[in-house]
């Protein structure tokens, strides 16, 4: 057997050691719970932010059905008021910017021009086809 000493030492040893080992895994506890709540926490906010969407969701479903028969009803208006054009068929731009206003030689020589280099206005002036008579 050992001596009385010995043991004594042996059990402060283990108590020791024990205690050691409580306090690690009340550490490990505490961490593990922490992080527990934390996921919890997320996983609620989460919820809660999958909740408004599917709510906006279903509010964004109710206005586009709403703007597909507003849509529709202009469209039989437009029918109904005598505008045959098919909702497609757009009329198709032409490159180049703004088109300038095409004008038949005859008239654009007709034309009276003013600046300083036309002739007064108290002069008889006459059009030919060709341009202005002074």
Same mark, same amino acid.
């Given at each position: 057997?050992?001596?009385f000493s010995e043991?004594?030492? +042996?059990l402060r040893n283990d108590v =020791? #050691? #024990? $205690? %050691? /080992? !409580?306090?690690?895994?009340? $550490?490990?506890?505490q961490s593990q719970k922490q992080t527990a709540e934390r996921l919890a926490k997320r996983v609620k906010e989460q919820a +809660? &932010?999958? *909740?408004?969407?599917? $709510?906006e969701n279903e509010q964004l !479903?109710?206005? =586009? !059905? +709403?703007? $597909? *028969?507003? !849509?529709? =009803?202009? +469209?039989?208006? #437009?029918? /109904?008021q005598g505008n045959f054009r098919h909702p497609k068929t757009a009329p198709k731009k032409k490159k180049g910017g703004k088109q300038a206003m095409r004008i038949p030689i005859e008239k654009a020589m007709c034309s009276p021009r003013r600046g300083r280099n036309s002739t007064s206005l108290s002069q008889p002036v006459a059009?030919? @086809? &060709? @341009?202005? %008579?002074?």
């Open positions: 057997m050992q001596a043991y004594v030492m +042996q =020791r #050691l #024990l $205690r %050691l /080992d !409580k306090d690690r895994l009340t $550490r490990a506890h +809660q &932010r999958i *909740k408004e969407l599917e $709510r !479903k109710r206005e =586009r !059905k +709403q703007s $597909r *028969k507003t !849509k529709n =009803r202009y +469209q039989v208006a #437009l029918f /109904d059009c030919t @086809g &060709r @341009g202005w %008579l002074v």
